[in-house]
């Protein structure tokens, strides 16, 4: 199938410091992408989607200032913590839509760990 | 709004048991209903989906019918092992790109 790839996997950093998680579709284009956070034994809840060359479309009670998304091309969102603090610590996960015939399947990235000391 | 309601676990499974994940959903329209997994340190995988009432998805031994009837989509496999220990979604779509259950946690054991 068609692959995702987020970067980094892991990420520390200090308290009031920015933080860029990248994803990138690696075999496909993809004019949507999806941001998703996940908390411990928690489901993954979607944070915003991402359209190439428009604004992202955040879910309600997402800050788009703290959660800053750009989708420059049709291979690549990237996800900006903006003056991260230690309750943005999660687990970030991508997913793009890889239209295969008619149907539009969600492929995932692997994730990026998050955590703000 | 749409809603995705999943056994809890964590599930502790001796290998070649029986498996059974419950998942229900809550949605207006015919949505459609997917098992994602989640391998330990991995990314999420779609194990299997079903757009319609009475559809059978089926992957790697796993089933999971598509009951409007009852608004389940409940996870099956007849005889697990230990490479099957992951984290289980049951997630849907409708009018909103997926929605996720909490996911089960499952850990086969030799």
């Known amino acids: 199938g068609a692959v995702v790839s987020q970067h980094p996997s892991r990420v520390i950093c200090k308290s009031g410091t920015s933080v860029k998680i990248e994803c990138r579709s690696l075999d496909f284009q993809a004019t949507t992408m999806f941001w998703y956070r996940q908390f411990p034994k928690q489901s993954l809840m979607l944070m915003a989607t991402?359209?190439?060359?428009?604004?992202?479309?955040?879910e309600q009670g997402v800050e788009k200032d703290k959660f800053l998304i750009n989708h420059a091309s049709l291979t690549l969102s990237t996800l900006t913590v903006t003056s991260a603090h230690p309750e943005d610590s999660s687990f970030y996960i991508c997913s793009a839509r890889a239209f295969v015939g008619n149907t539009g399947e969600l492929f995932f990235g692997e994730g990026s760990r998050l955590t703000v000391l | 709004g749409d809603s995705v309601t999943q056994m809890e676990g964590p599930v502790t499974l001796s290998e070649e048991a029986f498996l059974t994940i419950n998942c229900t959903y809550t949605?207006?329209?015919?949505?459609?209903l997917f098992w994602y997994v989640q391998y330990p340190g991995e990314g999420l995988q779609l194990l299997l989906k079903a757009t319609k009432a009475d559809d059978k998805g089926s992957n790697k031994g796993f089933e999971a019918t598509y009951r409007k009837e009852t608004t389940s989509f409940h996870l099956e496999k007849g005889s697990v092992q230990v490479s099957d220990s992951a984290v289980y979604f049951c997630a849907l779509r409708g009018n909103t790109p997926l929605v996720f259950g909490k996911g089960t946690r499952l850990s086969v054991i030799a």
């Open positions: 949605a207006t329209g015919y949505p459609s």
């Open positions: 991402s359209n190439e060359g428009s604004k992202a479309t955040y």
